[in-house]
């Protein structure tokens, strides 16, 4: 069982088997027992695999791990109980590691419907999330 529980905007540090570590922000409610996450990627000038549907800056109300222009990368959600979140956290990271404020939360909850790259089955999550009371 699982020793902490997810909230959305809370930020996690994941190893999810690439060459380092990535950021992932718990976006909307997935399911019963899932959430769906969202990864913040740095932009890097030039890039074919920048998404400029919801860029984020460093400073103001963004997380202090966030020290260069980046974004949300639609295209890497993925959905995680707290079971399987708790597996993928990297070694020594904070749980989570950061929280979204709220206004910058239901930004990057709103963007997501403008996204091309998000699969349909989140596009539907968000869109449920979005239109409760």
Not at 55 to 68: A, E, N, T, V
Not at 102 to 125: F, G, T, V
Request: charged share 20%.
């Amino acid at each position: 069982m699982a020793s902490f529980s997810i909230t959305l905007g809370d930020v996690y540090l994941l190893d999810t088997g690439g060459t380092k570590n990535h950021w992932y922000i718990a976006l909307v409610p997935f399911g019963d027992q899932a959430f769906l996450f969202v990864n913040i990627s740095t932009w890097y000038e030039g890039s074919t695999l920048n998404d400029g549907t919801c860029i984020l800056r460093p400073g103001g109300s963004m997380p202090g791990f966030i020290k260069s222009k980046s974004f949300i990368a639609y295209e890497y959600a993925k959905d995680f109980t707290v079971q399987r979140l708790e597996q993928l956290i990297a070694p020594n990271s904070d749980i989570p590691y950061a929280k979204l404020q709220p206004q910058d939360l239901r930004r990057i909850q709103k963007e997501s419907l403008k996204s091309e790259n998000l699969a349909k089955k989140y596009l539907k999550a968000v869109k449920v999330h979005l239109d409760r009371p």
